[in-house]
């Protein structure tokens, strides 16, 4: 008996020995992930400490300042100049608050010493740069984050904790590119005032990590910093990061694919009376026969195009063939085409500048694109007409409802009214008369496409427009609409664990609402309606099939789904 305990005592402090031992480990493992990870956030944090001067002397296109290294000031860093206008006070207590700023330009430090630095006029007229102040002020900076071929885990590691920092507005980009430029005019379109744009490559036991940083507004490069990351704490990442699955639920058909497509449509491109799949992915579009194979039958590519936004089909020719319609972003304008089939390729029919694009009831409709609005204007029918478009008749929405936002729909009395999106992602839904008659109790998780408001005065947020997701007509009353929920409540930069297809019939007096499909695995991107099918295009969780790892397989890509709506 008492050989039993001191065998039992033995093993019980064994057991506490190397779990503490591998928990200590992990923490040391850890640590030293993060302590690399920290190399680089440190290096970006450094360029856009807050700091201030003033201007002391300014001799051609330079400048000399009156703070240097010991005020924290480096060579690369870029300063707002401004003069001190009209004193400004509390609009109830009449407390001095401060003095208006005026925006003269902007300086480049090109030499420092302990207590000045050189400054390189970069924006503004010299003669407006004497006597001014400097400083980067601590408002939140905007970096779109490029990703590149880097691990998704450590990536998405290292994406957290610049997040944390506080000091960065992180934007996410979907493109996949080596062409820097490329990434710089997404990064102009999407309001970003810096590109971080991360590369990596494999040793024998550590990820070798590459950080540059270029700044937006004239693609300069004023950073680059490398650092290693031990390989055996990313494989602990991905196995962490395989806790959570996709569940695809009861498809009939999945297809994962091996690029990163954003868009879906379906139509009967080749007039046999069979629907195809069209798929777009950065400036391509591909066109895939609906089998259980996924044949692709066409593939070509958009001109001046960085990203397609929406694509749409429609026969508005009326030849029995559905032409393809595309709206696209390039560097910050907005282009709208029209491709049709003939022979065996594509040829564009019709080009559309600063203009949306989208099919309603199988009619073309557009809107007019400005940089400083985003949409601008009332949305107008398209028509047809001897081989020409031409815009014709306002729609009657509600104010404030754009291309993209509504659907119509109808009650079983025939009453005609519009569902719509707004800009926070809450549903409304208007009467004839416009007036809204409800609206959702909660928010559906966002928008995966968003952009900055342009405006002449750099301190002046307008805020942004966004391409809203697609609400889809099943039937003359019901409406079909995607919610994402977040990994973590409402944090929805973590990612997204699941979506669901969530269904809205319109009684006449009130909305009904119902779940058509209760959880897709991370987040949907598109969907539509073929048949008595639905076919749904989903990015998983963090962009990772994670089961593919372990099998060897590609864990990239993006999942086509297909299921039936029979018994739903």
Known sequence: MFRNIIIFAFTLYLMTFLSFSASAQNKESKKEHEKSLTILKEELISYFKPVAGSIVAANGDTVKIDAGQKQLIKVGMRLNAFKEGASF??????EPLGKIEIPVGNIEIISISENDSTGKIIKGKVDDFKDAKVKIPGTKVKVLFYQGNVDWFLGDSYYQMLKESGRFELIDTGIQTDDVQKIIS???????????????????????????????????????????????????LRFKAGLFSAKEGEAILSFQLPFGA???????????????????????????????????????????????????????????????????????????????????????????????????????????????????????????????????????????????????????????????????GYLHLYDEKGIRVWVSAQEFGGF?????????????????????????????????????????????????????????WWNGITIEEGSLLKEIGGEILDYAIVGDRIVVLSKPLFGIRAGNILKGENPFGTMLYIFSLKGI
């Open 89 to 94: 006070v509390h609009p109830v207590t009449k």
């Open 186 to 236: 997404e990064a102009k379109a999407k309001g970003a005032d810096i590109a971080l744009i991360l590369s990596s490559s494999e040793s024998k036991d550590h990820i070798n990590l590459t950080q540059k940083i270029l700044m937006v507004n004239d693609s300069k490069q004023f950073s680059e910093t490398k650092s290693k990351v031990d390989i055996a704490h990313v494989k602990e």
């Open 262 to 424: 954003r868009r879906l449509a379906i139509g009967d491109i080749d007039g046999d009376g069979n629907p195809e799949i069209i798929l777009a992915s950065g400036d391509h579009i591909k066109v895939y026969a609906a089998g259980v194979d996924l044949k692709l039958l066409w593939d070509f590519k958009i001109p001046s195009t960085t990203e397609v936004l929406w694509v749409d089909t429609a026969d508005s020719n009326k030849n029995k063939r559905d032409e393809v319609l595309i709206t696209s972003l390039y560097d910050t304008d907005i282009i709208s085409f029209i491709y049709e089939l003939r022979g065996s390729d594509f040829v564009q029919i019709h080009k559309f500048q600063d203009t949306f694009l989208r099919r309603i009831d199988n009619n073309l409709i557009g809107q007019k694109y400005t940089k400083s609005d985003g949409y601008d204007g009332n949305v107008f029918t398209i028509l047809y007409s001897n081989g020409t478009y031409k815009s014709s008749d306002s729609l009657k929405l509600p104010q404030g409802v754009n291309i993209y936002d509504f659907q119509r729909i109808s009650s079983t009395e025939g009453k005609q009214t519009i569902l719509a999106w707004d800009e926070a």
């Open 448 to 504: 995966l496409t968003q952009f900055k408001k342009e405006s002449p005065i750099v301190m002046i947020d307008r805020g942004s427009w966004s391409v809203k997701d697609r609400l889809v007509l099943l039937s003359g009353n019901e409406v079909l609409a995607v919610k994402r929920k977040p990994l973590l409540g409402i944090a929805k930069g973590l990612g997204y664990k699941s979506s669901e297809i969530k269904s809205f």
